[in-house]
């Protein structure tokens, strides 16, 4: 795991190039501590942070190919490096590394830009080709590994992460109106789209070429895909399918255990985590390390499960309590890593789990992210499906009653009752074939923060309507795939991508040098799951029922029965103590400090902070609004103002987290 | 304060963050507007109690008492009635 960060110009010579690479790559530290390398010639410059987890004497990057003429950067992991090695020195090449970076060079030589197409494995790759003069970046294929990018005439930058673009150009540091917008209805800013109003992001599974005479050019490599309606093959049975699966997630997690240092899980409590740690122990291996977060407040808390699972599997668990202070504290320094506005403070705790992580010298975790979107897991799959059968009877008093069985979880649920639950789901109802019709009660929800925006920034943005907006850019093809399959698409392109994977998954375990692995995202799987019919994943109002199948009689009979409960994580609550705003919560959200960013209407705000602090805020929608206006003006404070105290978090990981007291981390 | 202002008042203040009459007219549907979600129906139900002072019996959660400013102050009128 690691950082990178480097620029392109095939017109005019960087000025003070190594300087520029140096204060890049300096801002990345947190994703490579381990050293840094660099590559600069007249029209191209690249450099490394390095977190060493393969190949720890040898595999210092720049990493090239025989003669030299091809060089990469690279942050992730080949997963299938060895087997690629294998066939590439049968094909003749010769490797001076037992690093799994090598494998992208020669893979380069033999099949030019598709050798994306040959890798296993999450990455951010930059491959400069000195004879064609070319540079290639690319991005895998579901978005684990960020991959940002800035242009300014001729010149290109990219890197891992958006400050390492601020350090090359201070004057991108402005925020975007659409990204603030966007995220505000959908988690986060839909990909090229970034918070920063010059940089963009590489969308997943897709490839950026600058040629030799500057011309540049994206091409989409991979997407997810599903049968046409129709057009699924003849089902095997259920039970060779299940098996089939349970192979595949042995070898998915095989492949991803991979690695010269230990590898430790997340337990979640959920199944999913405890499916990817089952599979993670290793016959005669050392005892598995497992990890979770707890909660005070017994609404957000699994703890009994995860210490059920860490008894089952005989691991050495570790566990981090979480209280809403512990987030309150931390806030600013996740704001600073995941460079985007937050409507939920969920991914906190999992850095201060990362951090835990760390400081049991542990650098790489599977995790059970990814089943939920492959295998149907989500309420929001459930939802849908109720609701559009519901649409082919829309007078049905029984239909919407259905909905009262998700849900159970919440302590204000949606569907407490009966007449509400009609009223509030009803929406949209007419337009059950639309590709957003899922998603739609939960970003119209979101979306009610936009009326916070100051006129200015509604100005800026014109009149946009967000939901529409979205189904636009979404490809033509999703109108011939199954519902559940377009409810899939564009979860796993939204919430997957955009906030899972970065916001909370990437971000917050680089945060503190911790690199994720995710089994249930390997492509085979996604490509295994995708062509299965939707009544295997969604089995009534079963989730993940396929899933379950395949590791019948492996797990505990309650985890692997037990219904999906969302993590989350308490959120305004975590701002005030007493009924008192945190001290940097009441400067940044006070009116005059409202004012002077713009970007939000100081009145509106200034109530939605009293009706916080009368602890009369519950529901998704207030609680969403207050999250994401701090956090965009966290945003702004760290970025465009560029306030060094708040960002000393950067430095000393701890100055933030100070209070994570020691005894609130409890070993066994 | 008469008791549609009060309630008009609520409305505004507590689901729109706004004082601003125009924001929101006394027949607009206020569920399919998402001025009131599903946790602000029990917002409302708080403040009918605390503020206005009458009592939400089970069976009269329902949306026609509750969809605009206009049925609610029929509502809390023929509560008072009653």
Redesign the interface.
């Known amino acids: 795991m690691c950082g990178i960060a480097g620029f392109v110009d095939m017109e005019r010579r960087v000025a003070e190039g190594r300087r520029q690479l140096e204060l890049m790559i300096h801002t990345l530290s947190h994703r490579g501590p381990d050293g840094y390398g660099f590559h600069l010639d007249d029209c191209v410059g690249l450099a490394h942070a390095r977190l060493s987890i393969i190949d720890l004497s040898t595999g210092d990057q720049p990493i090239r190919n025989e003669n030299g003429d091809c060089l990469v950067v690279f942050n992730g992991e080949i997963f299938n490096y060895i087997e690629l090695r294998a066939s590439l020195e049968v094909a003749g090449h010769r490797f001076y590394t037992r690093s799994d970076t090598e494998v992208i060079v020669h893979l380069y030589e033999e099949y030019g830009d598709n050798f994306v197409a040959h890798l296993n494995g999450q990455f951010a790759i930059a491959l400069w080709d000195s004879t064609r003069r070319r540079l290639v970046l690319a991005r895998d294929r579901v978005g684990i590994r960020p991959l940002f990018y800035m242009e300014r005439g001729t010149r290109l930058w990219f890197a891992s992460e958006v400050k390492a673009l601020l350090a090359a150009d201070r004057r991108a540091a402005r925020l975007a109106p659409e990204g603030i917008a966007q995220t505000f209805c959908f988690w986060s800013a839909i990909d090229p789209q970034t918070a920063f109003q010059d940089i963009k992001s590489l969308p997943p599974g897709h490839v950026l070429t600058v040629e030799a005479s500057g011309t540049r050019h994206t091409r989409q490599y991979w997407d997810w895909q599903f049968p046409e309606v129709g057009s699924f093959p003849a089902a095997q049975s259920i039970d060779e399918t299940a098996m089939q699966l349970r192979g595949l997630l042995r070898d998915a997690v095989r492949l991803q255990l991979r690695a010269d240092v230990p590898v430790g899980a997340y337990l979640s409590g959920g199944l999913d985590s405890a499916i990817i740690a089952s599979l993670g122990i290793q016959p005669n291996g050392p005892r598995l390390r497992t990890f979770s977060v707890s909660f005070s407040d017994a609404e957000f808390d699994e703890s009994p499960y995860q210490q059920q699972m860490a008894d089952f599997l005989g691991t050495d668990h570790s566990t981090v309590r979480c209280r809403p202070s512990d987030i309150g504290a931390c806030f600013p320094q996740l704001v600073y890593h995941a460079e985007a506005p937050l409507l939920r403070t969920a991914a906190a705790p999992l850095m201060l789990l990362s951090r835990a992580v760390r400081e049991h010298g542990i650098k790489v975790v599977l995790t059970g992210e990814g089943a939920d979107e492959v295998f149907g897991g989500y309420d929001i799959f459930k939802e849908a499906k109720i609701r559009r059968f519901w649409a082919r009877q829309p007078a049905s008093r029984w239909r919407p009653s259905l909905l009262g069985r998700l849900y159970g979880y919440l302590d ?6 009966a ?6 789901f009803e ?1 949209g109802l007419s337009n059950a074939n639309g590709a957003t019709f899922a998603h739609e009660p939960r970003w ?2 979101s979306a ?1 923060s936009l ?2 925006l100051s006129t200015g920034m509604r100005a800026s943005l014109g009149p946009w309507t967000p939901i529409a907006w979205y189904a636009h850019q979404l490809p033509v093809t999703v109108a011939h795939i199954s519902p559940m399959a377009r409810d899939q698409y564009v979860e796993a392109h939204t919430l997957l991508a955009g906030y899972l994977l970065s916001s909370q998954g990437d971000r917050v375990a680089m945060a503190n040098s911790v690199e994720g692995r995710y089994p249930f995202l390997d492509h085979r799987v996604i490509e295994f799951g995708n062509a299965l019919p939707d009544r295997y994943k969604l089995r009534g109002l079963k989730e993940k029922y396929i899933l379950r199948r395949a590791m019948a009689g492996m797990l505990p009979d309650n985890i692997l029965n037990r219904i999906k409960q969302p993590y989350r994580a308490p959120d305004n609550e975590s701002f005030f103590q007493a009924g008192q705003p945190l001290e940097y919560v009441a400067d940044l959200m006070s009116g005059d400090r409202i004012r002077a960013a713009g970007y939000f ?1 100081a ?3 200034g ?2 902070l009293d ?1 916080c602090r009368a602890g ?1 805020v ?4 207030n609680n969403q609004a207050f999250v994401g206006i701090l956090s965009t003006m966290l945003l702004d404070e760290l970025f465009v103002r560029g306030n060094t105290v708040l960002r000393s978090g950067h430095e000393r990981p701890d100055a933030l987290t100070h209070s994570l007291s020691t005894d609130s981390l409890v070993s066994d | 304060m008469d008791e549609r202002r009060k309630i008009k008042s609520f409305i505004l203040q507590n689901f729109l963050f706004t004082d601003d009459d125009a924001a929101v007219s006394d027949s607009d549907s206020l569920i399919a507007r998402g001025v009131i979600d599903s946790t602000g129906i029990l917002e409302l139900i708080l403040f009918l109690e605390e503020s206005i002072g009458i009592k939400v019996q089970e069976d009269e959660m329902v949306p026609s008492n509750f969809d605009s400013i206009d049925s609610i102050v029929s509502f809390v009128a023929r509560r008072a009635g009653s």
């Open positions: 204000n649920s949606p569907v407490d009752n007449g509400m639950t009609r009223a509030f929406r119209t929800t009610s009326r916070f209407d009145g509106a705000v109530r939605l009706k009369r519950r529901g998704f929608a």
